[in-house]
């Protein structure tokens, strides 16, 4: 594959939990391993965010106002990067996107939608 593909969205209610996966691309198979990994989210009108991020070395961080609600993580040996989201907000809705830190434009993917509504 020749971009990020992302999945695991959909709607869920206020208060529930996702957990969004994301494939790298092959070409970057190879060294997966020593780049930072980020999931951003594009909300409708505005403009991409980066919410969180993982190092190469496994140190983490996020937007301050995720709250420590979602933990990233990756997997090393299957070149996959995780996002687990816990309590969801009505204003997590968005388009949620894997890419490197910073982020590579020739890898962004299609995205996976997460719509959070009662």
């Known amino acids: 594959q020749v971009q990020f593909v992302e999945s695991g969205g959909g709607l869920v209610q206020p208060g529930g939990s996702l957990r969004l996966s994301c494939a790298a691309p092959?070409?970057?198979?190879?060294?997966?391993?020593?780049?930072?990994m980020g999931w951003y989210r594009q909300a409708p009108g505005k403009r991409r965010e980066l919410v969180a991020v993982i190092t190469s070395g496994g140190a983490t961080n996020h937007l301050h106002s995720i709250e420590e609600r979602f933990t990233i993580s990756r997997d090393n040996a299957n070149n996959t990067v995780y996002l687990q989201m816990n309590s969801l907000k009505p204003e997590d809705t968005a388009v949620y996107y894997c890419n490197t830190d910073p982020g590579s434009p020739r890898y962004w993917g299609q995205g996976t939608q997460v719509t959070v509504s009662s």
């Open positions: 092959t070409a970057i198979a190879g060294s997966f391993r020593f780049l930072s």
